[in-house]
């Protein structure tokens, strides 16, 4: 039984919880709430590392305060004036705690060194899920090469169950400026960095929505640049799978906006794969109302916030680089109803 | 031998005409007067940054604010972190180095006068270029052309692309300037530490605080190059068709990262040694004991110096570095952890059986002992690479770093302005007001940055403009935000005292904390050649020798 599991039992997660749930809600993002296994050695390794501070604050912060009320100055002390022995020091008392300290130091090292070549180095499963990460300003692009699939901003993932560890290997690049991909109840986070391929794998412990966002700087809208991974059963993850390999489903009854669509910017950027937008700059939208947010999370998809965003990106992401399409009231009605049946 | 001159008499200034006064300061190469403009220049850039912190904090006050735009948040963010290391750490740091070094070991002036006039005034120079940047850059969407690359400035953000205008090159330009002005105090230091030694005093007789800025100086010269070397190098990406840090045309995001945090993670412990410096002398004085094993203290300052240049990377723990490179980041972070804590080991060694008096610039030396070691702590935590492949650009590290500049720095800071002071200007500060600062401070500083490390645990991401309603970050972020306040109006009482205590401060005396290093020997504040008869020591302790002379530390060294 390793250190930190025993220090992790002891320190049992729910006290933790409990305690931030004091002072925080129940965490979506915390750290101390872990449902993948980096996230959960990274919080067993957290726990040791805790203990070890927290016992050296105690011991040292109560040693000063000890020394700083015992030795003040009384005034009403006979002696009160002479000075008090000088003392310059002790061969003995400065070695101990050079060596105390080294000792910790080397603990704490290997036990952390242990994490990361575990973490960084673990083989990787014949049953992994490959996606490639592109980041871009301010929004993220998912791709599933095995299944031709693209979407963006909400990862579809397979949960691990007791049997099955199923995890998703990311491989991830920027398009543009530096970001960074970071789930705190599923994994540490990893950079994603243009001209440079990272790659991190997660899992997760059960199905559920998991919220991140980029936790790198990238410019304007780096606060909207929100994250949220999908964790499935194996069966639901296969179904949207399957749903997401299909090309757009064509609703006669949105022709109209469909023709608008394709006949303004808008494939220039975007692609609607079985139609002629084509575009790879901005989001795939071939199956846009699958998805619960637009503007990368930042609100949820609903007819009204598609037309604001379509109407004008900026009211709710200043600085997004989609600019506002100018479109007649009629012809935006249109365009919105023909992409909210883009399922 | 030092000599208790006795004090002039505090009479009126003669009345000299105002330009003549400026023209005396603006052509000064006197260490005290430059140091003394360093530290003014410094105090009025800590009003501007914190201002700007005071802005974000009312933004972040609650979630989805609309206080601020996304533009004028990142604006800030940048300048205030700019302004606080390079226009307010650097120069109060430089400032008390060139106040107290000559001084401190019995000489004159600085090795090079002059060249210490240049490297204030350049440096005076970059910080209004910097904050031309608000009114002079143009391209940024109307929000006038102040930098909002953040103060790291990672590339290609910073690239012709994504920046725009030329409110990056204001950054770059201004930082470069300042570089040269910290390598030419940095030079003259050591110089001056070398070779200006008064007689008597071996490098082992040398008070800590001048071994401390040798060494820091030291750090700078090592530090500055790369990163002059890195902005000569964005400016070559930016006009001249270079490709160093242009990812779109094969150069690396990554190589700017490199260049920057090995300036960057030296440039810390150049802040912070200073800092240990006026510990040094301050804690002895009001423990009235004897620096508690000075050899190691000397030791653990050169130690951290050299340990501190091969860190960098624990800033980069998140960019894919492989398990083997990330493993010897945070071996090298850990074992800098050692002779830090001996420092403060030592420090409880002095106070340990000491007389201790609860004076103000002891009070805030015992601020800084417990936040430092908080702050030493968390930074232990985030050596842990796993740890802080959570963490890393949460608010657990705004936290951390904040601990260590506000709680540990800016604190130790206090100590020495109501420490030196008397001797600069020959009055003592107001004790009342400065406990009415001190309380103040400490309790608006751990209402900001304690929370700050929950809102992190919990995920919060640093360099927003804003957070998401749903988190339940709300009300955390409030209480930070009013601690903000709270310091705020601390900073208040301490300028007024500052400025009142100028013109009403009780008449001080060379040697008002009844201490021992030589600055303490000469007037208050002392006349322009510093020592009528130039010293000679015979211990660490000159003044303690003098006063005890049936006891004197030569026995002990």
């Known amino acids: ?343 | 031998m030092a000599t208790q001159t006795a004090p002039l008499p505090l009479t009126e200034p003669s009345r000299r005409p105002a330009t003549a006064v400026l023209h005396e300061w603006i052509t000064t190469v006197d260490h005290k007067k430059i140091g003394l403009m360093y530290i003014g220049y410094a105090l009025l850039f800590l009003v501007v940054g914190g201002v700007e912190a005071m802005l974000m904090r009312i933004q972040l006050i609650r979630p989805e604010n609309h206080f601020l735009s996304p533009l004028v948040f990142n604006q800030l963010f940048t300048m205030h972190g700019t302004t606080m290391i390079f226009f307010v750490a650097m120069p109060v740091l430089f400032g008390f180095g060139n106040y107290l070094v000559p001084l401190m070991i019995g000489a004159r002036d600085m090795a090079f006068p002059r060249l210490n006039a240049f490297s204030f005034w350049v440096s005076v120079f970059a910080g209004f270029l910097l904050y031309f940047s608000y009114i002079g850059g143009n391209g940024l969407y109307g929000g006038g052309g102040a930098p909002d690359v953040g103060w790291w400035a990672y590339a290609p953000l910073t690239s012709k692309v994504f920046s725009p205008g030329h409110s990056s090159d204001y950054w770059t330009l201004s930082i470069l300037l300042a570089g040269i002005g910290s390598i030419g105090t940095a030079i003259n230091i050591i110089a001056t530490v070398v070779s200006m030694r008064c007689r008597g005093m071996t490098a082992y007789r040398m008070p800590l605080l001048v071994w401390l800025y040798a060494v820091m100086s030291g750090l700078v010269l090592v530090a500055i190059s790369p990163l002059t070397a890195a902005q000569i190098m964005l400016l070559l990406d930016r006009y001249l068709g270079s490709h160093f840090f242009d990812t779109q045309a094969g150069g690396s995001a990554v190589l700017w990262m490199h260049y920057f945090w090995i300036f960057g993670h030296p440039e810390v412990y150049v802040l912070i040694l200073p800092v240990f410096a006026f510990m040094n002398e301050i804690v002895p004085v009001f423990s009235r004991k004897a620096i508690f094993g000075y050899p190691a203290m000397v030791a653990a300052s050169v130690g951290i110096g050299f340990v501190s240049v091969s860190v960098w990377a624990h800033h980069m723990f998140t960019v894919g570095m492989t398990s083997a490179g990330n493993t010897f980041f945070v071996l090298a972070s850990m074992v800098i952890a050692v002779p830090t804590g001996i420092k403060i080991f030592n420090w409880l060694g002095t106070i340990w059986g000491g007389k201790v008096q609860f004076r103000v610039p002891m009070m805030f030396s015992i601020g800084f002992l417990f936040q430092f070691l908080i702050a030493g702590l968390t930074g232990i935590m985030l050596a842990v690479a796993p740890f802080d492949w959570q963490l890393n650009n949460s608010y657990f590290v705004v936290a951390h770093f904040h601990y260590v500049i506000v709680g540990g720095i800016l604190f130790s800071l206090f100590a020495a302005f109501y420490y030196w002071y008397p001797k600069m200007t020959g009055r003592m500060m107001s004790e009342r007001l400065g406990k009415w600062h001190f309380w103040l401070f400490l309790i608006g500083f751990h209402a900001t940055f304690d929370p700050m490390h929950f809102v992190g645990l919990d995920g919060m991401v640093r360099r927003t403009f804003t957070y998401p309603m749903d988190r339940g970050w709300g009300h955390l972020n409030a209480v930070i935000s009013i601690g903000a306040f709270i310091q705020a109006i601390a900073t208040l009482v301490f300028v007024y005292n500052l400025v009142h205590s100028y013109f009403k401060g009780a008449p001080a005396g060379p040697d008002p904390w009844d201490a021992w290093t030589l600055e303490w020997s000469t007037q208050s504040p002392p006349p322009a050649y510093n020592f009528a008869v130039a010293p000679t020591v015979e211990s660490r302790r000159p003044l303690w020798d003098l006063k005890h002379p049936e006891d004197p530390d030569t026995l002990y060294e």
């Not at chain 1, 949207?240 to 109209?256: G, I, K, Y």
């Open chain 1, 1 to 343: 039984m390793s250190l930190e599991t025993i220090v992790s039992s002891t320190l049992s997660p729910h006290m933790l919880s409990a305690f931030a749930g004091f002072v925080l809600p129940p965490g979506s993002t915390s750290i101390f709430n872990p449902a993948g296994t980096p996230a959960h050695s990274i919080f067993s390794l957290s726990m040791l590392v805790l203990s070890i501070t927290g016992g050296v604050f105690v011991v040292v912060g109560g040693l000063l305060l000890y020394a700083l009320l015992r030795y003040r100055h009384r005034t009403n002390d006979p002696g009160s004036n002479e000075e008090p022995q000088q003392i310059y020091g002790s061969t003995q008392i400065e070695l101990s705690w050079t060596v105390i300290p080294v000792l910790i130091v080397v603990m704490l090292f290997l036990a952390t060194a242990r994490i990361i070549f575990a973490t960084q180095d673990a083989p990787k499963p014949q049953n992994a899920l490959d996606v490639t990460v592109v980041g871009h300003q301010f929004w993220w692009e998912f791709r599933y090469p095995k299944f031709g699939v693209v979407t963006a901003n909400e990862l579809h993932i397979p949960a691990s169950d007791a049997q099955t560890h199923t995890p998703a290997y990311l491989s991830m690049i920027s398009a543009d400026t530096d970001h960074s991909f970071w789930v705190p109840r599923l994994a540490g986070k990893t950079d994603v960095i243009p001209n440079r391929v990272n790659t991190m794998w997660i899992d997760a412990d059960t199905p559920g929505l998991y919220l991140g966002q980029c936790a790198q700087y990238c410019g304007l809208e780096h606060a909207k640049m929100l994250l949220r991974v999908y964790a499935q059963t194996p069966a639901d993850f296969a179904a949207w799978v399957a749903h997401q390999q299909q090309p757009a489903l064509e609703d006669p009854s949105v022709a109209e906006g469909r023709a608008v669509f394709e006949h303004n910017a808008c494939i220039s950027c975007h692609t609607v794969r079985g139609t002629v937008a084509t575009g790879t700059f901005g989001p795939d939208l071939t199956h846009l109302a699958s998805r619960d947010t637009i503007a990368s999370g930042s609100v949820p998809l609903t007819r009204d916030n598609l037309h604001e965003f379509i109407a004008n990106p900026a009211s709710f992401k200043p600085g997004v680089l989609m600019p506002p399409m100018h479109l007649n009231d009629h012809d935006l009605d249109l365009v919105t109803d023909y992409l909210m049946t883009l399922k």
